[in-house]
């Protein structure tokens, strides 16, 4: 396994130190579990992973989206994520997400699995282009969905070089239960680091929720968040952690996110 910056997904101590959080993804969605662009990353046969997701808001919307929703408002997202390689380019992932409020009141989200295919591989050596997909199954409870059953689809494609990483997902969030099926939300994430020695890597990430696929949203109601990240990569863990600002009236002003990754062969 490649236990890069991008395996990390962006949770943890620095976030829980800050209190930050997001507010990008669909306005079905109350809970943002996890904050990260996909890159080339996968267990291979027999490795295994652990990620541990945090994210928190510190300024950030304050009203529902829907009855029952969970505003992100000083709320910290804690969601452990468990890998297994599978090979033939498969791996497979479980979600727990969970969330405290404003208030310091704590709720567990439900459970999402993932498999994630990656025919297409960047040199260990070399770098190069690297292309896959990633689909999710979510059963959430109301606080952190409106709809209690819905699928993510997400396309992974970049490059990688020797000092310099590219990323982007192309993301659609379908909702699956009746009453909510329909086009699906459309959110774009974006990815660049640079390698700064010895295992440290400066960047930017930026994620563009634009509607659904049928009606793009005007771009004052859209949701965007820049974020700035450092990323460090040992041999056997890894952290990616970053701190965003919404840039449009829509978007949670600040958000801070850090993924703490473990392999284990």
């Not at 952190?144 to 990688?160: C, H, K």
């Not at 086009?183 to 890597?201: E, Q, T």
């Not at 930017?204 to 049928?214: D, Q, S």
Request: aromatic share 12%; charged share 20%.
């Amino acid at each position: 396994m490649r236990c890069s910056g991008a395996r990390v997904r962006s949770s943890l101590f620095p976030a829980l130190l800050l209190g930050a959080g997001l507010g990008h993804g669909p306005e079905a969605l109350a809970i943002v579990d996890e904050i990260q662009v996909y890159t080339d990353d996968l267990d291979k046969r027999g490795e295994s992973g652990l990620e541990l997701h945090v994210n928190t808001t510190p300024r950030g919307r304050k009203t529902p989206n829907y009855d029952g929703d969970l505003p992100p408002h000083h709320g910290v997202r804690v969601t452990p994520e468990f890998s297994w390689g599978l090979g033939n380019d498969f791996d497979a992932g479980l979600y727990f997400p969970s969330a405290t409020d404003s208030h310091g009141h704590f709720y567990l989200a439900g459970i999402k699995p993932r498999l994630k295919w990656l025919p297409v591989h960047a040199s260990e050596e070399g770098g190069g282009w690297y292309f896959g997909a990633n689909l999710e199954l979510d059963r959430l409870t109301k606080k952190f969905s409106d709809s209690p059953w819905s699928t993510e689809l997400r396309i992974i494609g970049g490059y990688r070089a020797k000092d310099w990483l590219i990323g982007m997902n192309p993301i659609l969030d379908w909702g699956l239960s009746r009453g909510y099926r329909g086009s699906p939300d459309v959110i774009l994430a974006w990815k660049a680091v640079h390698g700064v020695g010895r295992g440290l890597s400066l960047g930017a990430e930026y994620y563009n929720g634009i509607g659904t696929l049928a009606d793009r949203l005007p771009r004052a109601e859209q949701e965007r968040t820049l974020y700035f990240i450092v990323e460090y990569e040992a041999k056997a863990w890894s952290l990616n952690f970053g701190i965003g600002h919404g840039l449009t009236p829509a978007t949670d002003d600040w958000t801070a996110k850090a993924i703490l990754g473990l392999s284990f062969d």
